[in-house]
């Protein structure tokens, strides 16, 4: 079993910037990828970015490519997202999850563990 905690979510302005933290415990040997993922009201759950656990190969959706970094410290083993030129339409519960299969980091079906979420609110 993986647990995955989420933190650092808020209300910011556009324009600002905001840091998420995905901290995981117990057995975080297996896994593959902790990717991000959002859910605005009324919408579908969204593929945000990905990290490789060990190799720290990078993905990311075309909405947040040049906006949003990932990053990890396996010492710590967190996970971070570093939201940057914010909008209004980034306004969502933002989830991590991890996945233990090599493969696709896209699909949300894909991962095993997920966390409870953290509000972003961005005010325009």
């Known amino acids: 079993q993986v647990q995955l905690v989420e933190s650092g979510g808020g209300l910011v302005q556009a324009g600002d910037s905001l840091r998420l933290s995905c901290a995981a415990s117990?057995?975080?040997?297996?896994?593959?990828?902790v990717g991000w993922f959002r859910q605005a009201p009324g919408k579908e759950r969204e593929f945000i970015a990905a990290i490789s656990w060990t190799g720290g190969i990078t993905y990311y959706a075309d909405s947040v490519k040049g906006r949003f970094t990932i990053s990890r410290d396996n010492a710590k083993s967190t996970v971070y997202l570093q939201m940057d030129s914010l909008k209004s339409e980034d306004t969502a519960v933002y989830y991590c999850?991890?996945?233990?299969?090599?493969?696709?980091?896209?699909?949300?079906?894909?991962?095993?563990?997920w966390g409870q979420g953290t509000q972003v609110t961005v005010s325009s």
């Open positions: 999850a991890a996945k233990q299969s090599p493969g696709n980091v896209v699909p949300s079906f894909e991962y095993n563990y």
């Open positions: 117990g057995r975080t040997f297996g896994i593959f990828a």
